[in-house]
């Protein structure tokens, strides 16, 4: 699975948009990007995940460049609830059945 | 519909007991993942279990370190003659089908402690 490279730490202003940038430039092409969470004490949550085209549910906004070297993830209205640790991961859909967290982006909301 | 539940939330076991941590996985989840968070670290994969086979320990220690899925019941993992070094937070997570192609639902986590 390709690697991912994520800021430690990002601090951001309740109600305004969180922008998470992920790189993956060695992603392959039959690699999905995804998004998981981890709010202090709990289990990992999903957000979101896509391939080539950029995403949009309930939650979050996933942008993928065009050249799906690089991923954003936006909380468009962040609340104080959405401080979190924030994992981009990638994987191949054949390939094997882990996913692998790196040390994901801790996202401070201040108010 | 409950979510993966895990028991116990909590658990403190001296060195050299056995430690049994439970998983019931989402209603209708056939696909049960262990994970490992030692403190202040990030999670690590140990196992993949469908019902009755382990399909993938590549994640799990050589020994003392066990994890079954059985036909009826919650997942279970086993950790014999502890030591201090499996305190953890131990999560499971579920999914209806393998993780290639969908997402995967966490508990809340087992935490470990070894005195």
């Known amino acids: 699975d390709a690697k991912t490279t994520q800021p430690t730490s990002m601090d951001c202003a309740e109600g305004r948009a969180a922008n998470l940038p992920c790189n993956h430039s060695t992603i392959s092409g039959n690699e999905y990007v995804y998004w998981y969470r981890q709010i202090h004490s709990q289990g990992p949550q999903y957000i979101i995940h896509g391939l080539k085209n950029n995403e949009t549910n309930e939650m979050a906004s996933l942008i993928i460049t065009e050249d799906r070297k690089s991923s954003t993830l936006i909380l468009p209205h962040a609340t104080l609830r959405d401080t979190a640790v924030y994992y981009c991961i990638v994987k191949a859909d054949n390939a094997g059945n882990m996913l692998t967290f790196g040390g994901g982006t801790r996202l401070m909301v201040k108010p | 519909n409950a979510g993966v539940m895990q028991n116990p939330r909590h658990l403190v076991r001296r060195r050299g007991q056995e430690a049994r941590l439970r998983c019931s996985p989402m209603?209708?989840?056939?696909?049960v993942y262990w994970y490992r968070q030692l403190p202040e670290e990030g999670l690590k994969f140990m196992v993949y279990?469908?019902?009755?086979?382990?399909?993938?320990e590549s994640g799990m220690p050589k020994e003392r370190f066990s994890a079954e899925f059985p036909k009826e019941g919650p997942s279970i993992l086993r950790i014999q003659q502890v030591v201090r070094g499996d305190s953890a937070a131990y999560f499971c997570?579920?999914?209806?089908?393998?993780?290639?192609?969908?997402?995967?639902?966490f508990g809340e986590g087992s935490r470990l402690t070894v005195l």
């Open positions: 209603k209708g989840h056939s696909h």
């Open positions: 279990l469908q019902k009755e086979n382990i399909i993938d």
């Open positions: 997570a579920s999914s209806s089908a393998p993780i290639n192609t969908g997402e995967l639902f």
